[in-house]
């Protein structure tokens, strides 16, 4: 095949990811976490990630060529996530494919995190419409993104201010007494429960709205329902779990999905793409449908598996700096915890 067989390493955070594609078809997305090490302190320690991309690196590279059936000697070119994301974290991924790259004698690309979350579409669904609207929901971001070319052109048009969407869903899961991370136990609790309570939908309103039209914040939210769940505990009242999981969920997919929308519309941008590991979340995916559905916008969500931090994400967005022509990194490329997009 005439098309670049590109192997990716994404260690921005807790998971070891190493993927590879031929072009725009993924061949391997191979992942080793280490979020039950992390799960007893109730978020990720870096210091634990770093040490576990260290053990997890060789054998992860090494089970990813062979399920595809690939040799490292085959390979075009190596893509690495330099940032943003944990320091020492990234150092690993980053100092990993600097070895590969220069002992294969082929190229390497630095990539950043949110870019490829973006990029990951294209080995999902096809090569991205261009400009793509796309909103990245994490643990660690929750941004709006205007996409007029995922190799070099990604451009922010909003963020949170200050909890990401995923972190005030694991710290709401927390007060409810559910293990981390919490999202995926939120969302199951929700299913069984109904939206009766009306928890503050931030910076939609007025002023606030106006400043911050394509931001996010989520932390009024988490002590509002702090205060509720305590207030009923102090009652000597029963905590409706379920309630209150569906009550926080849907305020926080109703931000998302309607500040995604209007930022479609005043970008005369008619597709939405949604990725990180909040776009896993069943109510997210339903209402942003609907709402897409109303909007005459098309929405594309990758798999869950794809959505999460991965490999194949690098390498997919790797495969697209080769076929574009971008420019390769040099080996002083580093490792960047604070890089914008
Ligand atoms: O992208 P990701 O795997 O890692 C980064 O943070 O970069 O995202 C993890 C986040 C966690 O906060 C987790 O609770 C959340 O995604 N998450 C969910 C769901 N599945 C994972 N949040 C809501 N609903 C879900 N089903
Ligand atoms: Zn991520």
């Known amino acids: 095949s005439d098309q670049p067989l590109v192997l990716g390493i994404e260690t921005s955070c807790d998971e070891t990811g190493v993927g590879i594609v031929r072009g725009e078809t993924l061949l391997v997305d191979a992942i080793a976490s280490s979020v039950d090490e992390h799960a007893r302190f109730g978020g990720v320690v870096p210091e634990v990630a770093s040490r ?12 990813a060529c062979a399920t595809a059936g690939v040799s490292l000697r085959d390979l075009d070119a190596v893509a690495v996530t330099s940032g943003p994301g944990l320091a020492g974290a990234l150092m690993v991924g980053v100092a990993s494919a600097k070895a590969l790259a220069l002992s294969l004698g082929v190229p390497l690309y630095g990539v950043n995190h949110l870019a490829s979350h973006v990029a990951v579409d294209i080995v999902e669904h096809g090569p991205l419409p261009e400009p793509t609207l796309a909103l990245l929901v994490s643990g660690g971001h929750s941004s ?5 070319d995922v190799t070099h052109d990604v451009r922010s ?21 559910l293990p981390f991370p919490g999202g995926p136990h939120i969302d199951r609790a929700a299913r069984d429960g109904q939206v009766v309570i009306d928890f503050p939908r931030g910076l939609t309103q007025g002023r606030d709205m106006e400043r911050h039209r394509f931001d996010f914040s989520f932390s ?20 409706p779990v379920a309630d209150v999981a569906a009550s926080f969920q849907e305020a926080v997919t109703d931000v998302l999905t309607r500040k995604a929308v209007l930022a479609c519309r005043e970008n005369g941008v008619e ?7 909040v776009a896993a979340n069943s109510r997210l995916r339903a209402m942003a449908q609907e709402r897409c ?12 598996g794809l959505c999460t931090d991965n490999g194949a994400m690098v390498a997919a967005l790797g495969a697209q700096m ?4 971008r420019p390769a990194s040099d080996l002083s490329l580093p490792a960047d915890s604070s890089m914008p997009v």
């Open 220 to 239: 009024g939210l988490k002590t509002a329902v702090s205060r509720w769940v305590q207030a009923r505990e102090a009652a000597g009242e029963p905590v």
């Open 52 to 63: 576990a991309h260290l053990e997890a690196m060789v054998p992860t590279i090494e089970r």
């Open 322 to 325: 080769v076929l574009k022509g």
């Open 271 to 277: 597709n939405l793409q949604i990725g990180g590991g």
């Open 293 to 304: 559905d109303a909007a005459g916008i098309e929405l594309r969500v990758p798999r869950p």
């Open 144 to 148: 709006l993104l205007l996409v007029p």
């Open 157 to 177: 048009l909003g963020s949170t201010i200050d909890d990401a969407a995923g972190e005030a869903f694991d710290k709401v899961a927390r007060v409810l007494g």
